[in-house]
């Protein structure tokens, strides 16, 4: 019986699957990420043959030697930052995430996040429950329109791609885009401008998001630099991986005014946030629940499962993630 260690609780219908194909599945009955030696220590208990792991646990050699007879590790999580994919190239482990599911969600997530921030929702929610609103009035809390504005995308993946595809069709914006690669059909699809930079596109939107994976290459693309040539009336959303931004940078342009407003729902020393960042009323905080819906995080669960089970059968699962 092949023996699977899952690091939390994910939603029953990926444990089901499990153990409808004869798995033997012990989940970590802490309420709570594990720290390392927690971990560790679990893994220990067991020969496991795989793991399924979260985007909280860092997977690093010290955990794969505390388990050296699981030969796949399966995130759930379509990021996979928290894993030493070389590492575990090197040792001959199998990685796999869960993309695809959870693009509607995380790109519903981020317009939403981007609807907030520009229609001052949250302000006017507070306003409204400390009791100042008082009747109507021609200056309250006065937003920013998203029609014919345009919106930058940084990353134009799955989930940038679906980012675009709900702002342009539904909400009348301008798309101009950054990639690694140059995408023709999504250009012709949506009208798209590519730029020929992250500084250009910084430059140039008036609501800047986010979707490049956590690499080194990417780690504080957004920094003090960037903040500073974006337009002082624009806006930030982040909703990909927190140490693309450099959080204390943009508390600062936040609070000098040197971009509009932000909406964010990952941090860069997530859960800690930035000193200041929670102060400002300029910015809507979500705690990292772009892909939180029922539905995808059964899918999720779902897909983590099919991994293993696939790598157990003596398949490729669908979802091996490389360097
Ligand atoms: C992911 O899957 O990487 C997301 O951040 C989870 O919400």
Redesign the pocket.
Known sequence: MKKVYVTRAIPEVGIALLEEHGCEVDISSKDGVLTKSELISELQNKSYDAVLSL?TDNVNSEVFDAVPSAKIFANY???FNNIDIEEADKRGITVT??PGV?TDT?AEHTVALMLTITSRTVEGDWFVRAGKFEGWAPMLLLGTDLKGKTLGILGAGRIGQRVAHIASRGLGMNICYFDVKQNEEFEKEYDAVFKASVQDVCKTADVVTVHVPLLDSTKHLINKEMLSVMKNTAYLVNSS?GQVIKESALVEALKNGSIRGAALD?FEDEPKLAPGLTDLKNVVITP?????TEETRGK?AEIASKNIIDFFDGKTPDNVVKK
């Open positions: 985007l999580a379509v990021g995430n869960t959870l995380v991986r990952v990292h629940i772009a892909s939180a999720m």
